[in-house]
């Protein structure tokens, strides 16, 4: 059975950091090749039910940034060949300045940032301060885009996209379907590496999915499991592991 690439969604500090490096842990043990992990925000446009109860249990505890590029900086030496990509929201990245931001960010071992609301075209400079620092931008796609600007991102030159797989939230369940598989096409046509994510829970849509992703990307599962077993931590570790082999069994 062959093996398909995994970016694995964590939130840092969720729900508080030791329990956040079991699920680190059993992520990578089950074969996740990337990790992605989320800064806490209080306002997120992407994040579905899960995450964002995650997000506020975390914020209640007063988790701060520096907190979160803590918890990067203990996984990333940890797991120093593991890439770690840092997902967050504009306003967390822009308000100290994005390249003070992002020069911290390389220093806690982060090699890619995902901002899904900074544009590709409008993005105030990240791009150029995620090479200047060492890092990738990885700007995302979705299928509500219009077919000229999903063009223009497409032939952009970015290494990676992460392809939203269909419009909406994070979390609901998501049909591979002949029009996922095209949009997926239009997505990688200027020759980028694509990472399919949004609604990936069970090894059906891994399987559909092959084909047309460099990784498939899976968060609220993961979280959805942490959430449901964090009262027994052994039990947690197990779980994540054996959902993330799942999900990168082909």
Do not use: W
């Amino acid at each position: 059975m062959n093996k398909i690439k995994l970016m694995s969604h964590l939130i840092a500090g969720y729900p508080n950091t030791e329990l956040a490096l079991t699920a680190a842990r059993a992520l990578i043990k089950g074969g996740a090749d990337i990790l992605e992990i989320q800064l806490p925000f209080s306002d997120p446009s992407a994040d579905g039910p899960a995450i964002q109860t995650a997000c506020t249990k975390v914020l209640e505890k007063g988790y701060k940034t520096a907190d979160g590029l803590a918890f990067i900086a203990q996984v990333h030496a940890e797991f120093p060949d593991t890439p770690i990509y840092l997902m967050s929201y504009g306003s967390l990245v822009y308000t100290p300045g994005i390249e003070n931001f992002c020069k911290r960010a390389a220093a806690a071992g982060v090699s890619g940032m995902i901002i899904p609301d900074l544009p590709f075209d409008y993005d105030e400079g990240l791009t150029q301060a995620c090479k200047k620092n060492g890092m990738i931008n990885i700007p995302v796609a979705a299928p509500s885009m219009s077919i000229e600007r999903l063009s223009k991102l497409a032939h952009a030159g970015f290494p990676y996209i992460y392809a939203a797989l269909r419009t909406g939230i994070t979390g609901s369940d998501t049909k591979i379907d002949q029009a996922t598989l095209d949009f997926l096409q239009k997505v990688s046509e200027g020759g980028s590496k694509v990472y399919g994510g949004f609604g990936i829970s069970n090894g059906q849509q891994s399987q559909a999915l092959a084909g047309s992703v460099e990784a498939i990307v899976a968060g609220s599962v993961f979280v959805r499991i942490i959430s449901e077993n964090q009262d027994n931590p052994a039990e947690l570790a197990a779980k994540v592991e054996e959902k993330a082999r799942e999900l990168c069994r082909t």
